[in-house]
């Protein structure tokens, strides 16, 4: 196509709906065309980046700061598993707090809270782990993780940002009120 005819064809007007006397060229079609492309792609970009940040962590689920609850919700004694912030908060009998990752530290399988047994029991290959989160037997290869737990005006916060491994339950891990 020579250049004469193609710059013919550009310039025609479209034979679109427009109001009288206006017209749309092929050129000023393909301007509209590319500026709306580019209009979407920074809206799509946007919306990544937004997807992006919020999958980091949102306020009170795991990777953040997780409000438990008031300290007497929590008998003495007791496991209260927290499903989404991945963690058992334990009450000792003495009344100290102990925050423990759900999660298998051989292999990372959602270990379960078996009260008949007074155990943890990680259901991949059968290791168990005691209240405090010390292991029984292996494979596993060291206690269950723990987070941090504060106690802010008589409420458990468990940060949920940082996991601690341990050698073995001491009584220092343990927050009281
Ligand atoms: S994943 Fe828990 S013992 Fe293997």
Known sequence: MCENHRQDRLDKPLHT???????????????VGIGALGALAVLELGGVSLMFLQSRSQEGEFGDTITAGPVDNFP???????TDGRFFLL??????????HNRCPHLGCTVTWEP???????????????????????????PLDAFSVRIQDGVVLVDTFELRRRENFAPEQLTYA
Do not use: I, Q, W
């Open 17 to 31: 709906e427009l109001p009288e006397g206006h017209t749309l060229s092929r050129r000023d079609f393909m301007k």
């Open 91 to 100: 009450r000792a009998p003495d009344g100290g707090f102990l925050a423990l």
């Open 116 to 142: 008949h047994l007074d155990r943890f029991l990680c259901p991949c290959h059968a290791s168990t782990f005691d209240f405090y989160g010390n292991f029984d037997n292996p494979p596993v290869p060291r």
């Open 76 to 82: 003495a004694g007791s496991v209260t598993e927290f």
